[in-house]
């Protein structure tokens, strides 16, 4: 006996979810998080003209299906640098650059040659960025002298997750898991003294923990 299947009666309104979950269709049967126009008009079920309308513009509706843009100029550093850090988080090490079309990233490599030249460029200015002085990056987004005597944020700064978990080498403390050992281990950056009971936001006060780890140690200060 066959299967019941529904099909769509021609000229029915097309929703947001719809428009979407074709969008995500195209790109795993693509294999690629990248969906050009061109490549939807192969194997897309809706017209992309139709698409880019609904969402304002073709990129505008890659960004709610949670797709990569290959073709966004103008991409301020802060953004192309923590693509850099997704990748370097995801795989343990060094990411290379054939990486950048594939999840995680979410930054094609063209965007790295127009502002950087090349991707080892990219990579040096990324390292010395996350080098230089914390202190000093931090007063450069504050307000005046006296809003610098507040306590900082919880949240580390993407240059000092960076920092943490190079020196951890991009392994969680407690159990040793890494990304570059085993697919699917998940970082974080954790308080050593939680948040909540008075320790900061520094360095030496940071640790890289994997997801398993971070969850199961809760608020306790060890």
Not at 97 to 126: N, T, V
């Amino acid at each position: 006996m066959s299967n019941f299947q529904i099909t769509r009666v021609q000229g029915a309104p097309i929703s947001n979810e719809e428009y979407i979950a074709d969008l995500k269709r195209v790109s795993q049967l693509a294999g690629t998080p990248k969906v050009t126009q061109a490549l939807y008009a192969k194997h897309g079920q809706f017209d992309r003209r139709n698409l880019s309308r609904r969402f304002g513009t073709w990129n505008k509706a890659l960004i709610a299906a949670g797709l990569s843009i290959s073709n966004e100029v103008d991409i301020a550093d802060d953004r192309l640098f923590e693509n850099i850090l997704a990748l370097w988080q995801h795989y343990g090490r060094q990411p290379r650059r054939a990486e950048l079309a594939r999840s995680p990233s979410k930054i094609s490599q063209g965007a790295y040659r127009r502002r950087f030249r090349s991707w080892m460029e990219a990579l040096r200015s990324f390292v010395a960025w996350s080098n230089s002085s914390e202190e000093r990056a931090r007063d450069s987004v504050r307000g005046p002298a006296n809003e610098r005597e507040s306590r900082p944020g919880r949240a580390p700064s993407l240059r000092l997750r960076f920092r943490v978990m190079l020196r951890d080498s991009f392994c969680c403390r407690h159990c040793g898991s890494s990304p570059a050992k085993r697919l699917g281990v998940e970082l974080h950056v954790d308080h050593i003294t939680p948040w909540s009971k008075g320790g900061e936001t520094v360095l030496d006060n940071l640790q890289t923990l994997c997801s398993q780890c971070n969850l199961g140690k809760g608020n306790i200060h060890p």
